[in-house]
């Protein structure tokens, strides 16, 4: 599976951005996903999962700012991001997990800044 993650770019804060992360080799609607970031200087960190029948939870500094969604037909999932704050800086990541393989994508830099 490669994943293609998207998106990302330079937003002012209170802007909103929409990540997505196209998959490609095999099909991931029915397996756990999730995203994460990591900031320069820090480790990095789960911001949502969503399980293989589509629930989803949040880390509590984005929960009710941010909402992950897919595209069953498309074999893609996104990461709406509402109210971007400038802790919000950090390269975003996209993984699938099958069976006992992680897969990630590449990355996408989202920089909020005014």
């Known amino acids: 599976v490669q994943l293609q993650a998207s998106g990302g770019g330079l937003v002012q804060p209170g802007g909103s951005l929409r990540l997505s992360c196209a998959a490609s080799?095999?099909?991931?609607?029915?397996?756990?996903t999730a995203w994460y970031r990591q900031a320069p200087g820090q480790q990095r960190e789960l911001v949502a999962a969503?399980?293989?029948?589509?629930?989803?939870t949040y880390a509590d500094s984005v929960k009710g700012r941010f909402t992950m969604s897919r595209d069953i037909r498309k074999n893609t999932v996104y990461l709406q991001m509402d109210e971007l704050k400038p802790e919000d800086t950090a390269v975003y990541y996209c993984?699938?997990?099958?069976?006992?393989?992680?897969?990630w994508g590449q990355g996408t830099q989202v920089t909020v800044s005014s």
């Open positions: 969503a399980t293989g029948g589509g629930s989803t």
């Open positions: 080799g095999g099909r991931i609607s029915a397996y756990p």
């Open positions: 993984n699938v997990v099958k069976g006992s393989v992680i897969y």
